[in-house]
């Protein structure tokens, strides 16, 4: 289900403040908020993100992620058409890059009354960018959403060096992450 659907997401409005605008919710182009700044923009992933630096910002995050233009055209249309999975970017309105991006997905449980669970994953800022605030703003960005998506909680896996920053995000420490790797 789009999350266009959900009411609570069409209650932002435009707001100008003074001779700063911050743009909360437009639902006709799907994207969320103007920084106070005007130097950054968080919105939704689009199509042409590839050649804006997007991937460049994932292979900052974990091993290389080469994929082709196509590649990342079937994924992010497979995702979309799902309509769980949010993927916000911020933009550097100065020279139209990615700089930083962060993922939304829901988990729907029949735990818990039927319930459902928000995932923040892929969370990089670009490393110039890095300690100007651009992880914290997409973090909180996502649980809000999460939120306003009606999950019953929202949870993330880090590494130990990350948890002051996630907690500073308003996270909490609670379990541990076990993995096995699935041969190819």
């Not at 700063?20 to 950054?40: C, P, V």
């Not at 110039?128 to 939120?147: A, C, M, Y």
């Not at 306003?148 to 909490?172: H, Q, S, W």
């Amino acid at each position: 289900m789009s999350n266009l659907k959900h009411p609570l997401l069409f209650s932002y409005i435009y707001q100008s403040i003074g001779q700063s605008k911050k743009l909360i919710f437009n639902t006709k182009n799907n994207h969320f908020f103007q920084m106070d700044d005007n130097k950054y923009r968080v919105r939704r992933l689009e199509l042409e993100d590839y050649d804006k630096g997007y991937m460049n910002c994932l292979n900052q995050l974990t091993t290389s992620c080469d994929i082709t233009k196509d590649e990342f055209t079937t994924r992010y249309n497979l995702m979309k058409s799902k309509g769980d999975y949010h993927i916000f970017v911020i933009v550097d309105l100065n020279n139209n890059k990615i700089v930083a991006s962060g993922t939304l997905f829901v988990e729907y449980k029949i735990l818990r009354g039927c319930a459902k669970k928000g995932h923040i994953e892929d969370i990089v800022v670009d490393k110039d960018t890095r300690g100007s605030g651009l992880g914290k703003k997409i973090v909180t960005r996502l649980i809000k959403l999460s939120e306003e998506l009606g999950c019953y909680k929202t949870a993330l896996v880090c590494e130990k060096d990350n948890i002051p920053f996630y907690e500073k995000c308003g996270l909490t420490e609670l379990e541990r992450e076990m993995v096995i790797y699935n041969k190819k």
